[in-house]
Nanobody, 124 residues
Framework: QVQVVESGGGLVQAGGSLRLSCAAS????????MAWFRQAPKTEREFVARISPNGGTTNYADSVKGRFTISRDNAENTVSLQMNGLAPEDTALYYC?????????????????WGQGTQVTVSS
C-alpha cells in the first residue's frame, strides 16, 4: 500500500505560479512512476505530467508543456509540480498518483494509488 498526500494548491492570478507537492509513504518509493492529473467540474480526469521511477524521464500534456515542470526527490519520497504562467483554464482539482504497473501513462486506470487532491484556482 502507498499513501500519497498533495499540498500547495491555492488561488492565484493569471500569469502567476504555484508549486504543488506530493508526499508518498508506504512501499519503496523508487518502484513507482508518479504522475499529476487534474479534474475540473463536469470534466473527465486528465493527465498533466508524469515522471519515471528514477526521475530520468518526464512526460507532459501538450496543454502544459513549457509551463509546468515535474520533479521528484527519492530521498524524501516527494514529487513536485512547478506551475508557471498559470491561466484560468488550469483551474482544477489536482491529483497525485502512483503506479508500479506498466501501461499507458496518460490513463488514470494505470495508476494504483491516488491522493485526495488539492485545489488550484486561477483568476483572470
Amino acid at each position: 500500500q502507498v499513501q500519497v498526500v498533495e499540498s500547495g494548491g491555492g488561488l492565484v492570478q493569471a500569469g502567476g505560479s504555484l508549486r504543488l507537492s506530493c508526499a508518498a509513504s508506504g512501499r519503496t518509493f523508487t518502484r513507482f512512476s508518479m504522475a499529476w492529473f487534474r479534474q475540473a467540474p463536469k470534466t473527465e480526469r486528465e493527465f498533466v505530467a508524469r515522471i519515471s521511477p528514477n526521475g530520468g524521464t518526464t512526460n507532459y500534456a501538450d496543454s502544459v508543456k513549457g509551463r509546468f515542470t515535474i520533479s521528484r526527490d527519492n530521498a524524501e519520497n516527494t514529487v513536485s509540480l512547478q506551475m508557471n504562467g498559470l491561466a484560468p483554464e488550469d483551474t482544477a482539482l489536482y491529483y497525485c498518483a502512483a503506479t508500479s504497473l506498466g501501461g499507458l501513462y496518460t490513463r488514470p486506470a494505470t495508476y494504483q494509488y491516488w491522493g485526495q487532491g488539492t485545489q488550484v484556482t486561477v483568476s483572470s
